[in-house]
């Protein structure tokens, strides 16, 4: 479940949404599928932050959680808005396809994770991309055939 007080407007298609003319807005259309990432952060017994787990999910799709509003009063609350998400595996050379892929920061050289970083986050210079997961194992220097 991804939950959220607001969200930009390039995600109403994944919401099955569209604008159908200014300020006209229809549902239950076709889902747009997506892909996101999210990082953890790892502990051990001397540090909470002994590193971070990078998540990477492909091919997912959205379906709009109910909605409860409440009517104006003395103590509102922010209303957030909730999706259950389902995913389509996409191909990974040489194994059996998948929709999420986790990175362990502490098993991976600084430069190699930065760079991955950088593609997935973007920077000053450069705009964020999704990798497949073959452009995640070679650019990380995986082994892209299965043994």
Known sequence: ??????YPDEWAACDGSASVATGVTIGQQKR?????????????????????KIHV????????????????NENPDAETFSWEC????????GYKPTAHMTINSTLIE?????????KIY????????LP??????????GITDAA
């Open 57 to 72: 999910v492909w091919n997912s799709t959205a379906s709009p959680s109910d909605k409860s509003h409440e009517t104006v």
């Open 122 to 129: 973007g920077t000053e210079n450069g705009e964020s991309t």
């Open 32 to 52: 747009k599928a997506f892909g996101f990432s999210w990082v953890t952060t790892k502990g051990n017994d001397i540090t909470d932050e002994a590193g971070q």
């Open 86 to 93: 389902d995913t389509t595996p996409t191909q990974v050379t």
């Open 110 to 118: 600084a430069a190699k994770l930065k760079l991955l970083e950088d």
């Open 1 to 6: 479940t991804i939950e959220a007080y607001t």
């Open 132 to 141: 497949t997961p073959d452009e995640v194992i070679k650019l990380l220097g």
